[in-house]
Nanobody
Framework: QVQLVESGGGLVQAGASLRLSCAAS????????MGWFRQAPGKEREFVAT????????YNADSVKGRFTISRDNAKDTVDLQMNSLRSEDTAVYYC?????????????????WGQGTQVTVSS
């Protein structure tokens, strides 16, 4: 079992930056690939970014490439999402998730544990 708690959400203006953090507890954090997903009102939960167990490989959704960066610290059991040049369409609840996969994965169904989410609102 892995427990995930997100933090760092808030209300910002378009063009601003925000850094989300996810703290993990429970089983060995370094055994899991990690990902960030988001869900806007009335929409499906969508993939944002993923990072493999060691942190050596990452993959971003096309919609956030060049703006968002995922990173992890296996010593601190945390995974972060640095979000730059935010747009109004980035407004959503952002979720941290853990996957037993050894690789960075973008498929929602491959994730085993989820946090409660943190709200990000970008005003235009």
């Amino acid at each position: 079992q892995v427990q995930l708690v997100e933090s760092g959400g808030g209300l910002v203006q378009a063009g601003a930056s925000l850094r989300l953090s996810c703290a993990a507890s429970g089983r060995a954090f370094s055994n899991y690939a990690m990902g960030w997903f988001r869900q806007a009102p009335g929409k499906e939960r969508e993939f944002v970014a993923t990072i493999n167990q060691s942190g050596g490989r990452t993959y971003n959704a096309d919609s956030v490439k060049g703006r968002f960066t995922i990173s992890r610290d296996n010593a601190k059991d945390t995974v972060d999402l640095q979000m730059n040049s935010l747009r109004s369409e980035d407004t959503a609840v952002y979720y941290c998730a853990a996957s037993r996969s050894t690789a960075a994965v973008s498929l929602r169904r491959l994730y085993d544990y989820w946090g409660q989410g943190t709200q990000v609102t970008v005003s235009s």
